[in-house]
């Protein structure tokens, strides 16, 4: 693997409650704008992929083809390899690897996917690219990120815009941007891509079991995770602050009116033929 140029701090870290919303995650409900462009042969790299679930399920995708999955932490690795092998898939392999600096020679994959990747590094000009510059000529690069200042809910519990002002803090002290999904169509334009597409789509959390898993997976995290450490050790936040967060999510998560929606940008850019 070429030397890592990853300059930023991944925010979230992968505590069991950052992986509860990681394992949910499909491509269904988070690859939707690419699915319609697969093609059973194609080879796939799924950069960013966390735990695996939606690496797993473009290998369903592509039973003629293959997955490769890439992390720039390895401790996570175990798991997706676990994921995939629960699931019987012989065409997923996984590696460590940094988006900004991919040990692959140029227009080696049909698809290059990326899903809330490019809010959390340093340079998401250089890794768009970096993953254009792997994808075959007349291939897709495939980015979706979360955006969020666009996030929004009902109602309006006290405490709970303190956590996306802490959440915006730190995720940019750690050298990421976390209103990315509005940003992903300038940053490829900045990267030198010229035919985009791009969308947006949304996760709505709004059913009592909905609001019951989204609210303790943030209340969780925000006082046992990377970005609980982070909050703390960098000066943003005090353990009194972030158990006020916490209680603000549980809060959120009784009300009965309540509904939470999470706001994507999506590109699907094809590399010149
Ligand atoms: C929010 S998680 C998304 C995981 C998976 N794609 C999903 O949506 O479930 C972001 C992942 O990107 C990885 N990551 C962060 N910086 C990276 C980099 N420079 N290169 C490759 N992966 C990186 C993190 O380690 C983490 O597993």
């Not at 991944?10 to 699915?35: D, F």
């Not at 092998?85 to 994959?109: E, K």
């Not at 998401?124 to 929004?152: C, N, S």
């Not at 960098?234 to 809060?251: D, K, P």
Request: proline share 4%; aromatic share 8%; net charge negative.
């Amino acid at each position: 693997m070429p030397k890592s140029r990853e300059t930023a701090v991944y925010t979230h870290g992968h505590h069991e409650s950052v992986l509860r919303s990681h394992t949910w995650r499909t491509a269904a409900n988070s690859a939707a704008y690419l699915l319609g462009s697969l093609k059973p042969h194609m080879k796939i790299l799924d950069i960013g992929c966390g735990p695996g679930t939606i690496t797993a399920d473009l290998a369903e995708l592509v039973p003629d083809g293959q997955v490769t999955g890439v992390d720039h932490a390895p401790g996570i690795l175990a798991q997706a390899r676990e994921t995939a092998a629960g699931r019987g898939l012989a065409n997923v392999d996984f590696g460590v690897a940094d988006v900004h600096a991919l040990d692959y020679p140029d227009d080696t994959f049909c698809v290059v996917h990326a899903h809330q990747v490019l809010q959390h590094v340093g340079d998401p000009v250089r890794a768009l690219r970096e993953m254009h510059r792997v994808t075959k000529p007349g291939g897709f690069i495939a980015v979706r990120d979360a955006d969020y200042a666009a996030m929004t809910w009902y109602p309006a519990v006290p405490g709970l815009d303190d956590w996306l002002d802490l959440y915006q803090r730190v995720a940019r002290a750690n050298g990421g941007e976390p209103d990315a999904g509005r940003r992903l169509k300038a940053w490829a334009l900045a990267a030198g891509l010229t035919d985009i597409t791009a969308t947006s789509g949304t996760w709505t959390f709004a059913t009592p079991e909905e609001r019951a898993w989204w609210s303790a997976l943030w209340a969780d995290r925000t006082l046992a995770s990377a970005y609980a450490d982070r909050a703390t050790q960098g000066g943003h936040a005090t353990a009194e602050q972030l158990r006020a967060v916490s209680q603000a999510w549980r809060e959120w998560g009784r009300q009965e009116d309540g509904w939470f929606t999470v706001l994507h940008g999506e590109i699907l850019c094809r590399k010149q033929a």
